[in-house]
């Protein structure tokens, strides 16, 4: 069986969804193994963690010690609450791409753009609109898949109750845009 890793923040942990099964990565490999049992799903999604410092420094090696066949890259809504400059954050991001190749040659790696948020902490929506393109970049320029999810939720707070973390529906988009761009 191949394994999906989702590495992130409360996003990845289905924060906002009704229950796990209603989480975007639960949902995205349920998706994935509609005609068959071809996947199995690895949350190292941890609530509240940046990827500039505990991300990278923490959950990354226990991440690529699982040896993935997908490792799904989704953060940067707390480094973005939090302050973290936008050239830090994508500083640490490409490094984290690199890093995975180098240890995972053979894994597909799937970046992420960041969802939208509002009234969180200093959520800036300059901060998305300076990163989310370049994190485009970063992914065509190390070749890992994309999954435009900023586009397919657009900016509309229907889909994300508290400003921050997508419900159900919030959920399910995501993980529709996440399996249609692994599986093509």
Not at 131 to 141: L, S, T
Request: glycine share 6%; net charge negative; proline share 5%.
């Amino acid at each position: 069986m191949k394994k999906i890793l989702f590495f992130g923040d409360s996003i990845v942990c289905g924060v906002g969804a009704s229950s796990p099964e209603e989480r975007f990565s639960t949902l995205c490999v349920k998706i994935m193994n509609k005609d068959r049992s071809e996947y199995c799903e690895i949350n190292l999604g941890v609530s509240g963690s940046k990827l500039v410092d505990f991300g990278f420094e923490q959950v990354l090696p226990n991440a690529i010690k699982e040896k993935p066949d997908v490792f799904v890259i989704e953060y940067g809504t707390n480094d973005n609450a939090l302050g973290v400059p936008e050239e830090v954050f994508l500083q640490t991001y490409l490094k984290t791409v690199q890093i995975i190749k180098e240890k995972l040659p053979e894994t597909q790696i799937t970046c992420m753009t960041i969802c939208p948020s509002w009234d969180h902490y200093d959520c800036d929506a300059a901060w998305l609109e300076v990163v989310n393109p370049r994190i485009i970049k970063i992914a065509e320029k190390e070749k890992t898949l994309l999954a435009k999810i900023h586009i397919g939720l657009g900016n509309n707070r229907k889909y994300f109750p508290d400003g921050i973390h997508p419900n159900n529906n919030g959920h399910r988009i995501i993980a529709e845009i996440l399996a249609e761009t692994i599986q093509n």
